[in-house]
């Protein structure tokens, strides 16, 4: 998998691949040492696995985290939520196909999130019902719009298509989607969309 991970992404003329470890300790290690512009994480790995590397390279407490994209399976379910509080800003499948994984390294070195769209309904719909997790009210409650534009983030759909949806400009939408992570004290897309699956603003 990471042979083939690597090929995909070094055809890239404007990706350079600049390690590639066996285990969760060594990525860690390499990560720290190298400060790569982006951690491609299985969540399954010896030593210590995707959600612990995740923590100590993205956590809320590091303070110059590494952008990670995490690689799941659908019965990984039960990990999401913990990646997401341990600051992954991006998830895909394993099957993903070349694409995706090439555009979500670059989205993440934008400080976008890509989502493969099995995980973002799937999975963000698993956390709405589990009452342990469910979001908190923000500080300051979004405005109409915002709450469209987060909406919109929770079904999977890009900040182009959303900007399609409500007849306006994807810069209105970055600027909505902007205060809407600020006033929810969030991160990044997928924290954003979590938020909005366990507050129960997209229909199940």
Same mark, same amino acid.
């Given at each position: 998998m990471r042979v083939g991970f690597r090929m995909i992404?070094? =055809?890239q003329p404007d990706i *350079?691949?600049?390690?590639?470890? @066996?285990?969760?300790?060594? =990525?860690?290690?390499?990560a720290r040492r190298l400060r790569p512009d982006v951690c491609l994480l299985d969540i399954r790995m !010896? &030593?210590?696995?995707?959600? +612990?590397?995740t923590r100590l390279l993205a956590? !809320?407490?590091?303070?110059?985290?590494?952008a990670v994209v995490v690689i799941t399976m659908f019965n990984d379910?039960?990990?999401v939520d913990t990646a997401l509080q341990y600051g992954a800003s991006g998830f895909l499948l394993k099957d993903c &196909? !070349? @694409?995706?994984?090439?555009? @979500?390294?670059?989205? @993440?070195?934008? &400080?976008? *999130?890509?989502? =493969?769209p099995q995980v973002t309904v799937r999975?963000?719909?698993?956390?709405?019902?589990? !009452? +342990?997790?469910?979001? *908190?009210?923000?500080?300051q409650a979004l405005t109409e719009r915002e709450n469209d534009v987060v909406r919109g983030v929770a079904? &999977?759909? *890009?900040? +182009?298509?959303?900007?399609t949806e409500l007849f306006v400009a994807v810069s209105t939408v970055k600027t909505h989607l902007a205060a809407a992570q600020a006033k929810l004290g969030v991160r990044n897309r997928v924290e954003v969309a979590s938020w909005a699956w366990r507050a129960g603003l997209v229909d199940a």
């Open positions: 992404l070094e =055809a *350079t691949v600049v390690a590639d470890v @066996a285990d969760g300790r060594s =990525a860690a290690e390499e !010896p &030593g210590l696995d995707g959600l +612990q590397v956590g !809320p407490d590091v303070p110059d985290p590494i379910d039960e990990y &196909g !070349p @694409a995706l994984l090439v555009e @979500a390294v670059r989205a @993440a070195v934008r &400080g976008d *999130t890509l989502v =493969a999975l963000l719909r698993h956390f709405r019902h589990r !009452p +342990q997790v469910r979001a *908190t009210a923000p500080v079904r &999977g759909l *890009t900040n +182009q298509e959303i900007a």
